[in-house]
């Protein structure tokens, strides 16, 4: 790309009114943002401004000036901040334009500051005296492919402080909750619960006057009964009791919008077969949620890997019965009133020998070890269900389901009673903890109880729940 050089006298720069007139150039010449380095030297760079900030003064024991930045992103969704100072920072503070498009070449690519910049990316650039900053003409802005939105259901698997963009069908808009901050000040939020074609759903967190504005139009559209479609650009996903996006002042809305993805939505409309129920994930004390997705159950054991007890509404996919794995031969004895359930070792003798109870006996009993497949409309996980567990989902005992896998003169077959349940909606509770073998960590999942879902009275229940939850601080 040929440019002529910019004077570097500070009196072109502030004679400068206009920037410098826009040239065509091809996109084999456009380096991606991913791609950058600090040892790179030759790059070109086109994306549009999602954030500018106001120029600001800055004083230190040698010097005084002023400093201006601003962010961009580019086709691929890759986003970095543009910054520079005193007179480069005058030119350009007036000049930038959110939502513009520009093309930006030889600055300085250096690494950032994370305790000021908490964009998706550890670079940053710094224009000096030489560098190029266009603006893109019709073509080139129509050049610049808009990036498509994400699957909701990829979402779960994207880190915090991501940059996307995202749309959906509107399930769910909350109330306008004020929230105090742990510096005194004090905001507003309202929680948008969407769902796209993916049948994923997630929730959008809106804040201040967005949230009041913005949310009390979706809330009014959505209370006539009207098919509301939300699109967002420049969202940032984050966490908060699970994975969830947040608006920003970078953020783009879109309601009803025209784009194809969203003539998909709107035709599809409020098809209940066609919309996985949603969950509410609220946190109770001594580490007990009411409920819980897969993809909240990893990031929660991730960043805290502490027992914890909670609900899931999931399909049961697959259990596991080959090869006699599905019981273990448990110590039949009583104590303190109950089963003692321990494992007990075949001996020498033809005998059996609880290593708690310190004894020996002719007969164990059959105690469930039964692997299950579960899946959400996130993801899959394997879990466990021992007695209670396997007791509830197939309704036969262990040592009944070893009679069936044995006994070739019934009717009924191990087969039909796993292909009864299997592939059928269960609300699931478990006890999620971790545990390390060959120094990896591993979710370990355990069923307590298992019991059917009736769709038309979860979803009542679920949206009672909803509105009547208090949002933690």
């Not at 930038?96 to 550890?122: F, M, P, Q, W």
């Not at 036969?396 to 009679?403: E, F, H, I, P, S």
């Not at 019934?410 to 060959?438: A, C, D, G, P």
Request: with cysteine; hydrophobic share 35%; net charge positive.
């Amino acid at each position: 790309m040929s440019e002529d050089k910019p004077s570097t006298s500070k009196q072109s720069l502030q004679f400068a009114t206009e920037l410098p007139s826009p040239q065509t150039t091809t996109s084999q010449n456009i380096t991606p943002i991913k791609t950058l380095n600090p040892y790179q030297n030759k790059w070109t760079i086109k994306g549009r401004v999602t954030h500018k900030r106001p120029i600001k003064a800055y004083s230190t024991t040698t010097k005084n000036g002023h400093v201006f930045s601003f962010d961009i992103v580019d086709c691929d969704g890759s986003e970095i901040r543009i910054t520079c100072f005193d007179e480069i920072a005058k030119l350009h503070c007036n000049r930038v334009d959110i939502g513009s498009h520009y093309i930006i070449s030889k600055g300085s690519v250096k690494e950032t500051n994370a305790r000021y910049n908490k964009l998706n990316n550890h670079l940053e650039i710094a224009l000096s005296d030489t560098s190029i900053v266009k603006r893109c003409t019709n073509e080139e802005q129509a050049d610049q492919q808009t990036s498509p939105f994400t699957p909701i259901g990829e979402l779960f698997q994207l880190t915090n402080n991501t940059l996307v963009d995202v749309i959906g069908l509107v399930l769910y808009v909350g109330d306008f909750i004020p929230i105090h901050r742990k510096d005194d000040s004090q905001t507003q939020k309202r929680v948008v619960k969407i769902n796209d074609l993916s049948s994923s759903t997630i929730d959008i967190n809106f804040w201040g006057p967005i949230a009041e504005q913005k949310g009390l139009e979706l809330k009014n559209m959505l209370t006539n009964d009207s098919v509301v479609i939300l699109a967002l650009r420049n969202a940032r996903v984050g966490y908060f009791n699970g994975k969830l996006v947040n608006i920003t002042v970078a953020t783009t809305l879109h309601i009803n919008p025209t784009f194809p993805e969203a003539d998909l939505l709107a035709s599809r409309g409020k098809d209940p077969l066609l919309v996985v129920p949603f969950v509410a994930e609220t946190i109770h004390i001594d580490g007990k949620y009411t409920r819980m997705t897969i993809s909240s159950m990893r990031e929660r054991m991730r960043i805290k890997p502490k027992i914890i007890q909670t609900t899931l509404l999931a399909i049961l996919r697959y259990v596991n019965v080959n090869d006699q794995n599905f019981y273990y031969t448990a110590c039949p004895l009583i104590v303190n009133g109950r089963p003692c359930k321990k494992k007990c070792t075949h001996q020498a003798d033809d005998s059996w020998f609880c290593s708690r109870c310190q004894m020996s006996m002719q007969d164990y009993n059959y105690s469930y070890l039964l692997p299950l497949k579960l899946q959400d409309a996130i993801g899959t996980l394997w879990s466990t269900a021992f007695d209670e567990g396997g007791n509830h989902l197939l309704l036969k005992t262990a040592r009944q389901l070893y009679a069936l896998q044995n006994d070739a003169t019934t009717i009924e077959t191990t087969s039909s009673v796993i292909k009864r349940v299997q592939s059928h909606y269960y609300s699931f509770t478990l006890l999620v903890s971790t545990e390390t073998y060959n120094s990896e960590s591993k979710m370990k999942v355990t069923i307590n109880k298992v019991a059917p879902v009736d769709f038309k009275v979860e979803c009542h229940a679920l949206l009672a729940e909803i509105s009547c939850l208090s949002i933690e601080t």
